[in-house]
């Protein structure tokens, strides 16, 4: 990092973030958490079928992967506060295209700009956050960015419940179009923090990616697994609630309490990540992950089905911010962003990924057969973290602390 920029970071505390990161991404979430099951609506009244819907609403995801690479290549370019401003258009085009969707190949065009929007905008602020805060706080402001995106989803239904009660589906996408201007608005007074890839236009996406394939290859493994058992986590409770007889408001009850839960333990997550390193959080949430997973198929009824998501509610919480966190701390100095554009994405196939995989396991056996291949994935992903992830256990470092 270049000493402008570490003279920034020592001088960045994350209450200055407040209003220019941490509430601009919760505006954010609230549009994105209000509007996201409303595209699945919005295709069905446009005569597509259940399947068509669904498959509409996976485009989301890749146009996530599909532009994880050049929103890297983007932000070294053109920096942070530029890079929100392209991906906030991005995302008022898509918003757009959805409410005026003649047809469900337009929405299908807007959904996949969303996603792509949603690259650039994590990306964008992934990288402003490496520069400006300092490494022994990465974890907490992680965390907290992670736990104001979740924030802002969990809210989201709520606030745009009365506007889709009096102008149906599109009313949530008016939330979100409107909340995508503030949010972008806002984070544009972030000041520049590019100092430190003003070297990166030597660098191409492929060099990049070569030069640091053995990082991608190990640690963006256990990334990728994580963003499976993430995305994983959403798709399987509501399919294995449906199979034991869950109505869908209790359904709805079981989300927001495991949502809670998540939102409650980003920030101690945090705090524990920049004590005790990536290691001593990662795998103690990829085991609760496993073990929550584990426990679905033997779950038969609400009450059981809440212990499932409380335990699956408090790995997502533990875990908030680590991927991003580890990122930040492996980016090497002049290929910053666009190394996080090639971390990012191994996270983001895992997130496209896990859904997918469960689909076709359970057309191929059953529903609990899918679900004890992903909790074996995810233990997997526990032995990779210990196996490359930095930092210690709480219980050796007091061993080694002398008496």
Sequence with gaps: MSERVRATAESVGLRSLLWTVFMPVVLYGIGSGAAAPMYALRALDL?????????????????????????????????????????????????LCAIFAPDTWVLAVGVLLNGTASAVWGLARQSYIVAVVAPDERGRAFSALAGASRLGSFCGPFVGAGMVYLMGPSGALWLQFGTTVVAGAAMLAIGSADGDDMDAAGHTLRSVVVENRGVLGTLGLAALLMGGARATRTALLPLWAAHIGVSAAATSLIFGVAGAMDVLLSYPGGILLDRFGSRATGVPSMLLFGVGFAALPFTSTALELTGAAVLLGLANGVSNGLIMTVGADVAPPGQRAEFLGAWRLTHDVGMFAGPIAVGFISAATVLGASVLVIAAAVFAGAVAMHRWFPGTYPVLARRRTPD
């Design 47 to 95: 005569g597509a079928s259940a399947g068509v819907a669904g498959i509409v609403v996976a485009l989301s995801g890749l146009g996530m992967v599909l532009a994880d690479l050049p929103a890297g290549r983007i932000v070294a370019r053109i920096g942070e506060r530029w890079a929100i401003a392209l991906g906030s258009g991005l995302g008022l085009v898509g918003v």
